[in-house]
């Protein structure tokens, strides 16, 4: 059955965790667009420096999360304080909670959950910079290369990519999850 999945992100994306994901879930014959705050391109951080030039896909006022089977939110230190400030993108991340769908977030992805107020009793990891945000917003963080959470994964850098997309397909072949709103 295909698919579409959501990846948000604006400029200042870490673009393995954007690129690497997308490819994985393309690979399954699945639909993944780059939803944005704007429309035209974003631009990656690779490397220590600003990278390629990704295509919008969609903004987020043409898209809601019922539209899609699954939300993935890449890191990057830029882009997830850019989107947090967006009340149309913490409503969106929320969106995904609220219908069961699956999230992926990695490393300072899942700093928008904090603003999207999802994270009370969950178990995840991120990038150990973030861990503290996340302890404080009711997370229980862990160490380890990716978690799973009713829905709800999470890994801590581009080094853990081929779990992170491996957990997240698992999570979108899955479909919903009855816990994942809490």
């Given at each position: 059955?295909?698919?579409?999945?959501?990846?948000?992100?604006?400029?200042?994306?870490?673009?393995?965790?954007?690129?690497?994901?997308?490819?994985?879930?393309?690979?399954?014959?699945?639909?993944?667009?780059?939803?944005?705050?704007?429309?035209?391109?974003?631009?990656?951080?690779?490397?220590?420096?600003?990278?390629?030039?990704?295509?919008?896909?969609?903004?987020?006022?043409?898209?809601?999360?019922?539209?899609?089977?699954?939300?993935?939110?890449?890191?990057?230190?830029?882009?997830?304080?850019l989107l947090r400030r967006e009340e149309s993108a913490v409503n969106f991340v929320?969106?995904?909670?609220?219908?069961?769908?699956?999230?992926?977030?990695?490393?300072?992805?899942?700093?928008?959950?904090?603003?999207?107020?999802?994270?009370?009793?969950?178990?995840?990891?991120?990038?150990?910079?973030?861990?503290?945000?996340?302890?404080?917003?009711?997370?229980?963080?862990?160490?380890?290369?990716?978690?799973v959470d009713n829905g709800l994964v999470t890994s801590r850098n581009p080094d853990?990519?081929?779990?992170?997309?491996?957990?997240?397909?698992?999570?979108?072949?899955?479909?919903?999850?009855?816990?994942?709103?809490?």
């Amino acid at each position: 059955m295909s698919k579409k999945i959501a990846i948000l992100a604006t400029n200042g994306f870490e673009e393995s965790e954007l690129q690497s994901p997308k490819e994985h879930l393309e690979q399954q014959g699945w639909t993944a667009d780059i939803v944005s705050l704007k429309s035209g391109s974003i631009k990656s951080w690779a490397d220590g420096n600003w990278g390629k030039e990704y295509q919008v896909d969609k903004t987020l006022s043409e898209v809601s999360a019922s539209d899609y089977h699954a939300l993935v939110l890449p890191g990057g230190v830029i882009n997830p304080d850019l989107l947090r400030r967006e009340e149309s993108a913490v409503n969106f991340v929320k969106d995904f909670f609220e219908q069961k769908k699956p999230v992926a977030a990695i490393c300072h992805g899942p700093q928008i959950l904090v603003d999207a107020d999802v994270l009370e009793g969950r178990k995840v990891t991120s990038f150990f910079s973030v861990k503290n945000d996340l302890i404080n917003a009711g997370a229980t963080w862990t160490d380890e290369e990716v978690v799973v959470d009713n829905g709800l994964v999470t890994s801590r850098n581009p080094d853990d990519l081929p779990a992170f997309n491996k957990k997240t397909v698992e999570e979108i072949k899955e479909g919903k999850h009855e816990l994942q709103s809490r």
